[in-house]
């Protein structure tokens, strides 16, 4: 089926584990970006790509590391979890910068 | 990095009341969104507004985008049930990607 989806929808993990959360696109937008939602903050940015191979930090981008070598696939690694990281992550992505965005369902991370 | 104010940060209504909610930044921004978040799900785009003054509706939905280029507004008529969620301001600042507010979380009593 045709959008964005994300996996896991849930995960949880310990202090240090690196854990890799996957977000794919059907659509061929050339823009995909990660947010963490947290109570009180909102949406903010981690990373955001803007083609193949070409990433960016957002604003809070500590702690992450990011890839994008097709179009389609953007994950989001957290090479050593941290409590802090406890969160839901959502992938989005549009045509271009300022294009509408569209989100994934969202993936919940507990970090014990 | 920039901010946006968004209130208020939760409501508990009776059906078929008027809501409003407001957005605010120190910042000029290009264009202002609204979304609504469902429990469970991601943000969904209600609105789009890219010029000052101008007023756009969606069914009940009606949003503005403030003369000053710094606020916005959103208003829901005759609310629903299933009005319920997280309803979250964006906007767009030349150069940059999009900054959120944090969010009204709107609550509807039948």
């Known amino acids: 089926d045709a959008g964005i989806t994300q996996s896991p929808r849930y995960k949880i993990t310990e202090t240090g584990r690196q854990v890799t959360l996957m977000c794919h696109q059907t659509w061929s937008h050339s823009y995909m970006f990660w947010y963490r939602q947290d109570l009180g903050h909102g949406l903010r940015l981690i990373y955001y790509s803007a083609a193949a191979d070409i990433t960016d930090k957002g604003e809070v981008p500590d702690g992450y590391v990011v890839s994008r070598s097709k179009t389609e696939n953007f994950p989001l690694t957290l090479e050593s979890a941290t409590r802090s990281q406890t969160s839901v992550y959502f992938c989005?992505?549009?045509?271009?910068?300022?294009?509408?965005?569209?989100f994934g369902p969202g993936t919940r991370l507990t970090v014990l | 990095g920039q901010q946006l104010n968004q209130s208020p940060q939760s409501m508990f209504i009776q059906e078929g009341e008027d809501v409003s909610m407001n957005c605010t930044s120190s910042?000029?921004?290009?264009?202002w969104l609204w979304y609504k978040q469902d429990p469970g799900e991601g943000p969904v785009l209600l609105i789009a507004l890219y010029k000052a003054g101008e007023l756009t509706s969606n069914g009940r939905l009606t949003a503005q985008f403030g003369i000053t280029r710094k606020d916005s507004f959103l208003n829901i008529s005759a609310s629903i049930p299933s009005d319920v969620g997280i309803y979250f301001c964006a906007g767009h600042n030349a150069g940059n990607m999009l900054t959120f507010g944090g969010g009204t979380r709107l609550m509807v009593k039948p």
């Open positions: 910042s000029i921004f290009n264009t």
């Open positions: 989005a992505s549009s045509w271009g910068p300022t294009d509408t965005q569209y």
